[in-house]
């Protein structure tokens, strides 16, 4: 680090001659060591948007950015690992499948790829109704990562480049607003970077550490080293830090697995696509893989946890350590009676990876291959990679305004991993907000914003920078207030319109969204328009056994809302009415979401003055640089104290954090500034 | 803003899609004018109904009587003023209710209001809020109605929380840790029943839980029927055998001739009903028929409904003639610790009533001027305070009796407490009621094998208990989840 130092001092005064002042940009190493005399002169490419980092998160924010229109640069340690799944070989899942959808909606990137890249495709909780369906699939790791390559190196406006980033480029703010501004990079060879944002992506890198049994090393994955001078850059700039603990499981030879011994889970048939824009992924149903389930338990797992335990730094330190995601050492210790479900997924076509999921664990590795022989089928097991934990520092995400830029630094965006998240669904919903609002900030655009009323990517959001991570955040439906009305199937409904408004959209997918809106809203529209008394119904359908009152008179649309009633028997019923409709109902798409739509019309109908009232109080904004010591605010300590840490962008967020008063919001009322109302544009929520 | 429109079933914009809320702005306790105010879009349907007219002009102070809109029952006579928007405090349609400020009225017409499908009470600085948004207030105005909310309304919920009788505070906390659990459980069925080993018992747990606590739940909103007397009166019985004054006791009572009062034996064959306000709680009395044995057929129907009457009756009021009480000396002279209990059971006997264990029995002694002094005396000693003694005639006594029966009343709409709390265990109520519908429709919902329909409803439930006892953060959900489930990969 010293070396960027010492260049930049030999050529200190070339832009005060030249008279440039605006273009004086320092480094923040040098910020602080050689405050009074160090200047850099700005060489090096310009980009509109420089996005740092190579996983979800990182590719999510440079495709988007690119399709915003600006020239983006994604700089990655190396470009083979661009699109790395560094843990789990799925994507998807309860709540995650929820994200996956909204970040498609957005014309994002991952749901297209694993639609092309999976080896099973299963909709979990089918049984439990469509608002909590959880879109999975087994992926290919090698596919994905190929696929995704593909894309990423023809992806228009985007350059990539391998490089690790040991600095930021910053600038004194102006007098009006003085924070220090970011203005693009500097890597470890030297090499400087200008753009007008950054968004950096560093996952569990920033001076991470892999950790087995007591061993540590350096690293931020097994084979790629940490981010340290990133890391201490960060932490220079200010930023509150904290570090975070999480896990992996060993990964076995599939060939020494005995999988008669365990039970067989199939894919779904048919298969299910991930994007809006897909109506199958690329496999047929009896192309899929099959997973299988095993389970642990016993008096012996829980003794060579506790035998080990003086051997195994990780689990020491994890006693307050994540609720989920806990490592099977912390789960055997706490439930040790319990067994516990080992799902063993594949990881790819040609692959002779399984990857037992359930069995995160860090004890010493000869450990690790006795209690994975304990499994029924793991036997006579072989490794090819024993389970390790990794430390990490993350960024106190209560720093970030709702765009994903940090109130410190403007122009720097995070997003990820580094936030606080686990996940690659997490990581990649963040990706895309702070992608698009880097390149909205570098076009002087309105940034896009989604409140918890709109997606559960404002759920993410908003509970990260309002309650900060104690522990890696995973998204979960609980999570979500509105969760019969943020549905996977309406993701689209919710979020594509916005998309376009701000400029992430791409033609193909505006043209297939406009012309399935039509389709749905035509449809509802004629569902809507036949009414019949019940018994008329009843008759119709050929349904005696249906419950529906005989008296009152019933659209075809309160019909269908009846769970014994199907699309088919209803379009069937009315097809020599409405010819119309019959014809709509052949798309299949079509027909499961208006059937899924009808079932929740009622309860989504009752939610929407809450939700109304949910977003005025989301667009009343309170001011970035609020002064919350004034006298005539009148605010307690704890309240102020509270209020600052977390520094709420509206007067719906300030009323989330636990202890605030109702007299205080009305005291902060005064201060409010009502934001545009962006966040109340016609989205059709069905 | 949003709304679904009926065609399309879907959002739109447009403006003024906002429930409508109500609270009583005038001070709390017993006043002589109670204010209550209305805003949102559906403040005129909500006047019409109240009122059955058509609305009144603008801003013109109106008399009119104000109705319960599913009951129809007449709950007062006062001023109605109405504020079409934009010309209002909170810029929306406003109106008001001025009521008599006695706390039975403020009640029931805070009820009235509650029953609309698109109303709810309002929250601490909503109309605050609601004016602000509008753009109608200045805002230096903010602080001082910020004061005014920290003065009124948190600190009074908790105070309000804090004071409530032990046993009453821990049940409700009880009740939220109970739903809590449920939704906790349910929660986790929701999100990890798939991937992890949950506890096959989950749902049945889930179910026998909710069961349970929904029974509790009702049983506590039936017992005493308390918010019916709220609403409908204390129901108070006179019976006696005939000739003992009871007529005469309610016409004292009432201070004006509501019943006909004559001396022969057998005059009031049918019920006489006066409904008046005691100490702010509203009571009807019956008057009834004299009990007897009788050949005439009509007397003994009015007798047969005395004895009905008396049976639903929240209260009876046996009145005797002291100066015609065969029992007397023995009562007198009598050592039991509670002696006219003995002559209670003995008179219902006779007249062939039974009576349910939470109905009250009074002895009201009548016509004490004509007993002898000492005898007087040593009665008043021997009796407890559920008895009473007056001379309906004389006007002897009745500041006493009155007195003492203003306590019972108290006691039977909802404790002795003041009014304040009395308003507040009324808003419990009413929450603890849309609590119990909920999980009504919880049941209904499992049924139909939707999960998440069914936990929205134990969500829902579980927001009316965290309105009495503060608010349910998800975080607690998850607590209760990851402390109970073994979650994780």
């Known amino acids: 680090m010293l070396r960027h130092c010492v260049r930049e001092l030999h050529s200190p005064k070339k832009s005060w001659t030249r008279g440039t002042p605006v273009r004086v940009w320092y480094t923040l190493r040098t910020l602080r060591l050689f405050a009074s005399t160090s200047i850099s002169s700005p060489v090096g490419e310009h980009f509109d948007v420089i996005v740092i980092g190579g996983g979800h998160a990182g590719t999510e924010a440079a495709c988007a950015s690119s399709r915003m229109g600006c020239r983006t640069l994604l700089l990655t340690h190396k470009l083979e690992t661009i699109g790395e799944m560094s843990c789990n070989p799925s994507f998807g899942g309860i709540g995650k499948g929820h994200l996956m959808k909204e970040i498609d909606a957005l014309d994002g990137v991952c749901g297209r790829i694993c639609d092309v890249s999976g080896v099973q495709y299963k909709v979990l909780n089918r049984g439990k109704g469509p608002a909590v369906w959880g879109y999975r699939a087994q992926i290919d790791r090698k596919l994905y990562k190929q696929n995704l390559q593909k894309e990423i190196f023809s992806y228009p406006n985007l350059t990539v480049r391998a490089a690790a980033v040991d600095d930021l480029l910053t600038k004194p703010g102006s007098t009006d607003n003085p924070a220090t501004v970011c203005g693009g990079v500097v890597t470890s060879d030297g090499t400087t970077y200008h753009s007008k944002s950054v968004v950096l992506t560093a996952g569990t890198f920033l001076r991470a550490e892999i950790n087995i049994g007591l061993e540590i090393t350096p690293a931020g994955r097994i084979g790629d080293g940490p981010a340290v001078a990133l890391a201490e850059t960060i932490e220079r700039a200010g930023f509150a830090m904290g570090r975070l603990r999480t896990g992996t499981p060993p990964r076995l030879d599939k060939r020494t697995i005995d999988f008669t011994k365990t039970s067989v889970w199939p894919g779904d048939d048919p298969p299910l696509a991930f994007s809006f824009m897909n109506e199958r992924p690329w496999l047929k149903a009896e192309e899929q893989m099959p997973c299988h389930l095993s389970s642990i338990q016993g008096k012996e797992v829980v003794k060579i946890v506790k035998d080990t335990l003086h051997l195994n730094r990780h689990v020491k330190e994890e006693l307050t350590g994540p609720r989920f995601c806990p490592s099977l050492e912390s789960k055997s210790l706490r439930f040790g009676h319990l067994a516990h479900r080992i799902w063993l997924e594949p990881e790819g076509f040609d692959s002779d990876v399984i990857y037992p999921n359930g069995l995160s664990m860090t004890m010493p590795v000869e450990y690790q291959m006795k209690l994975l022989r304990l499994v029924p089928g793991l036997e006579n097991v072989e490794i090819f990679r024993s389970g390790y934990g990794v430390f990490y520092d993350f960024i106190d995400p209560r720093e970030l305004k709702p765009t994903l830029e940090t109130r410190r630094m403007p122009n720097l965006f995070f997003a990820g991993q580094i936030n606080g998240t686990t996940g690659y669904e997490e990581a990649a919903a963040q990706g895309i907000i702070a992608g698009i609002n880097g390149a909205a900030k570098a076009l002087s655009k309105p940034p896009i914003t989604i409140n918890r009323t709109e997606g559960y990517i404002g759920v993410l959001i908003d509970d990260l920078i309002t309650n900060g991570a104690s522990e890696p955040y995973r998204m979960f439906t609980a999570r979500a207030e509105y969760r019969l009305t943020l549905r996977p199937d309406n993701a689209d409904m919710r979020l594509t319109e916005k998309g376009v408004t701000v400029g992430c959209v791409g033609q193909a997918r505006q043209d297939r969204f406009r012309k399935m809106k039509r389709d749905l809203e035509r449809a509802t529209e004629l569902l809507s328009s036949v009414k019949l008394t019940g018994s008329a119904w009843k008759e119709r359908l050929h349904a005696g056994s249906v419950n529906i009152s005989s008296e009152e008179a019933k659209t075809a649309y309160k019909v269908l809302n009846h769970p014994d009633v199907s699309i088919k028997q209803l379009t069937s019923a009315l097809r020599e009415d409405i010819p119309e409709l019959y014809d709509l109902a052949q798309q299949p798409w079509l027909a499961d979401r208006l059937k899924i739509q009808a079932t929740y019309s009622a309860i989504v109908k009752e939610q929407r003055f809450e939700i109304s009232e949910m977003r005025q109080d989301e667009s009343l904004g309170l001011p970035d640089d609020m002064d919350y010591d004034l006298v005539n605010l009148n605010l307690s300590d704890e309240i102020r104290g509270k209020l600052k840490s977390t520094r709420p962008s509206t007067l719906a967020a300030a009323s989330r954090i636990e202890g605030i008063t109702p007299d205080a919001l009305v005291r902060l009322l005064r201060y409010v500034r009502k934001t545009p109302r962006h966040v109340t544009e016609a989205v059709a929520f069905v | ?489």
């Not at chain 2, 509650?114 to 602080?143: I, V, W, Y």
């Not at chain 2, 309304?153 to 809590?180: C, I, N, V």
């Not at chain 2, 021997?382 to 003492?404: A, I, L, Y």
């Open chain 2, 1 to 489: 803003m949003a709304v679904l429109t009926r065609s399309a079933c879907r959002f739109s914009t447009l403006p003024g899609e906002k429930s409508t809320i109500y609270a009583l702005s005038s001070g709390k306790g017993k006043s002589g004018v109670a204010v209550l105010r209305i805003s949102g879009p559906g403040t005129s349907d909500v006047l019409m109904q109240l009122t059955k007219k058509i609305l009144p002009p603008p801003r013109l102070a109106s008399l009119r009587t104000i109705y319960h809109p599913t009951t129809t029952e007449i709950l007062d006579r006062g001023i109605v003023l109405w504020f079409p928007g934009p010309h209002s405090f909170t810029g929306e349609d406003v109106a008001e209710l001025h009521v008599h400020g006695g706390l039975a009225v403020v009640r029931s017409t805070l009820d009235a209001l509650g029953s609309f499908a698109r109303t709810r009470e309002a929250q601490p600085g909503e109309f605050t809020k609601r004016s602000f948004f509008n753009g109608k207030m200045d805002l230096t105005e903010a602080e001082g109605v910020a004061d005014l909310i920290h003065a009124e309304t948190e600190a009074q919920r908790r105070q309000a929380y804090r004071q409530m009788a032990g046993s009453l505070s821990r049940k409700y906390a009880e009740w939220r840790e109970r739903l809590l659990r449920a939704r906790a459980f349910l929660e986790a069925f929701i999100d990890f029943g798939e991937d992890e080993q949950l506890d096959p018992g989950v749902m049945d747990e889930v179910k026998t839980s909710v069961q349970s606590l929904h029974e509790e739940l009702k049983a506590y909103l039936n017992d005493h029927r308390r918010g019916e007397r709220l609403r409908n009166g204390v129901q108070i019985t006179i019976v006696g055998e005939p000739n003992v004054g009871k007529s005469s006791l309610l016409n004292a009572l009432c201070l004006r001739p509501a019943a006909i009062v004559s001396p022969i034996a057998g005059t009031t064959r049918d019920i006489v009903e006066s409904a008046f306000d005691l100490g702010g709680y509203p009571v009807v009395f019956s008057d009834t028929a004299g009990l007897r044995s009788t050949d005439d057929l009509i007397e003994n129907e009015g007798i047969r409904r005395a004895t009905a009457r008396a049976q639903t009756s929240d209260l009876i009021l046996l009145v005797v003639d002291s100066s015609n009480l065969p029992e007397l000396p023995a009562l007198i002279d009598s050592s039991p610790q509670r002696p006219h209990q003995s002559l209670i059971s003995q008179r219902l006997s006779e007249f062939g009533m039974q009576i349910s264990s939470d109905q009250k029995v009074h002895l009201l002694f009548n016509k004490i001027d004509l007993l002898p002094p000492d005898a007087l005396n040593s009665l008043r000693e021997k009796f407890p305070s559920d008895c009473h003694f007056v001379s309906c005639t004389e006007d002897q006594g009745m500041t006493e009796f009155v007195t003492g029966l203003t306590d019972v009343v108290k006691d039977l709409c909802g404790g002795a407490s003041v009014g304040e709390a009395n308003l507040t265990q009324q808003r419990h109520r009413q929450h603890l009621q849309q609590c119990s519908a909920r999980l009504d429709h919880f049941w209904t919902l499992l049924a139909g094998e939707d999960v998440v329909l069914a936990t929205h409803e134990i969500q829902q439930a579980l927001r009316c208990i965290g309105r009495i006892t503060g608010h349910v953060y998800v975080e607690e959900v998850l607590e209760v989840i990851f402390r109970d489930f073994c979650i994780g990969k």
